[in-house]
T-cell receptor, first 114, second 112 residues
Framework: DVKVTQSSRYLVKRTGEKVFLECVQD?????MFWYRQDPGLGLRLIYF???????EKGDIPEGYSVSREKKERFSLILESASTNQTSMYLC?????????????FGPGTRLTVL | KNQVEQSPQSLIILEGKNCTLQ??????????LRWYKQDTGRGPVSLTI?????NTKSNGRYTATLDADTKQSSLHITASQLSDSASYIC???????????FGAGTILRVKS
């Protein structure tokens, strides 16, 4: 079974703090994704990566950055957290560049910014 | 604009009853459509996937249908169980740019 793990299930931070969300997958997948999920909205893509040290902006990259130094690990960084970044953050991975649609999701991190 | 709309937004049914969730999409060109189940506090898990040539796909008590002409899909749940309580998300993949378009989901609650 594919396993995608996220470093925290729940996180509470203060406005202006730097926040790191970590994601690890154990199936040697090429692609990794970060989404945020808000009530009444579909999942929205923040950033994705199809290779080590590669990154591509998704639909809502503003206020976020990412890092992929190793194939199995994809980090989402909030340089200066703001209250409108309070959300559920989901990490996903997929096997190859040609199969973006076969995505396997982690359990999510619920981030609250006070 | 590529969009996926799901209805109803939420639904409450009694255990043992059947229900049908709807998904309408405008994604073009179409590649495939997937239904995910997301339990509270968990990540989404894939239930079914259908390509253009498939019009029905089953996974246990879950049956998905696809009408590519009208751009509609449905997810039918038979003999519902309390464990079916979850959010059900319709996701459509375009055949270019590796783009996924997510619906907002239908929240299903099964009561005893």
């Amino acid at each position: 079974d594919v396993k995608v793990t996220q470093s925290s299930r729940y996180l509470v931070k203060r406005t202006g703090e730097k926040v790191f969300l970590e994601c690890v997958q154990d199936m040697d997948h090429e692609n990794m994704f970060w989404y945020r999920q808000d009530p009444g909205l579909g999942l929205r893509l923040i950033y994705f990566s199809y290779d080590v040290k590669m990154k591509e902006k998704g639909d809502i990259p503003e206020g976020y950055s990412v890092s992929r130094e190793k194939k199995e690990r994809f980090s989402l960084i909030l340089e200066s957290a703001s209250t409108n970044q309070t959300s559920m953050y989901l990490c996903a991975s997929s096997p190859s560049r040609r199969s973006y649609n076969e995505q396997f999701f982690g359990p999510g991190t619920r981030l609250t910014v006070l | 604009k590529n969009q996926v709309e799901q209805s109803p937004q939420s639904l409450i049914i009694l255990e043992g009853k059947n229900c049908t969730l709807q998904c309408n999409y405008t994604v073009s060109p179409f590649s495939n459509l997937r239904w995910y189940k997301q339990d509270t506090g968990r990540g989404p898990v894939s239930l079914t996937i259908m390509t253009f040539s498939e019009n029905t796909k089953s996974n246990g008590r879950y049956t998905a249908t696809l009408d590519a002409d009208t751009k509609q899909s449905s997810l039918h749940i038979t003999a519902s169980q309390l464990s079916d309580s979850a959010s059900y998300i319709c996701v459509v993949s375009a055949s270019y740019g590796n783009k996924l378009v997510f619906g907002a989901g239908t929240i299903l609650r099964v009561k005893s």
